[in-house]
T-cell receptor
């Protein structure tokens, strides 16, 4: 079986402090992993993706994520939160033998306090 | 990256009427598009996979006759909510799988907020 777990449904940080959004997956295969961001009443925008190249992936808006196979994790981080980062974040897993099947995490709502 | 356009962004309709939502890939051809439904404060639920020139593949529990999907060209897929009822009110999002250097990546539309009165 394969699944994606976002451990925190809500994360609250102060502006200027680091952000950590956690994602763990379970898969028998080497997956592709994505982080998407969704602002209210909007579609999803790709932040970054891992597709078996470098394990540390840099994305847009200062976000990055590290693929750790031993921990089956793909946590999203940012050194310094900005007010505009407040949104919903989704971790997504795609298996190599079925690019049509995207497994979405339950989402983490990031709140940034001034 | 590639662009997916979804229209309308908001629609309000009366119970019993049908509503069509369009999803277009603007700068690439998409043989496969996906339709999702998102309930408040929840993740995306895949409704169906739309394949150009063939019938859509629906997920378990999704009524084919209720949610009609047509993918007549490589750049357009439509979702028609037939005989809409208030419980069909939701946020509907489409996505298309990228091609070329974007292969394996999903590009999402802006979503369509449907309110059925």
């Amino acid at each position: 079986a394969q699944s994606v777990t976002q451990l925190d449904s809500h994360v609250s940080v102060s502006e200027g402090t680091p952000v950590l959004l956690r994602c763990n997956y379970s898969s028998s295969y080497s997956p592709s992993l994505f982080w998407y961001v969704q602002h209210p009443n909007k579609g999803l925008q790709l932040l970054l993706k891992y597709t078996s190249a470098a394990t540390l992936v840099k994305g847009i808006n200062g976000f990055e994520a590290e693929f750790k196979k031993s921990e089956t994790s793909f946590h999203l981080t940012k050194p310094s939160a900005h007010m505009s980062d407040a949104a919903e974040y989704f971790c997504v897993v795609v298996l190599p033998h079925n690019f049509n099947k995207f497994y979405f995490g339950s989402g983490t709502k990031l709140n940034v306090k001034p | 990256g590639a662009v997916v356009s979804q229209h309308p962004s908001r629609v309000i309709c009366k119970s019993g009427t049908s509503v069509k939502i369009e999803c277009r890939s603007l700068d690439f051809q998409a043989t496969t598009m996906f339709w999702y439904r998102q309930f408040p404060k929840q993740s995306l639920m895949l409704m169906a996979t739309s394949n150009e020139g063939s019938k859509a593949t629906y997920e378990q529990g999704v009524e084919k006759d209720k949610f009609l999907i047509n993918h007549a060209s490589l750049t357009l897929s439509t979702l028609t909510v037939t005989s809409a009822h208030p419980e069909d009110s939701s946020f509907y999002i489409c996505s298309a799988r990228g091609t070329g250097k974007n292969t394996g990546e999903l590009f999402f539309g802006e979503g369509s907020r449907l309110t059925v009165l």
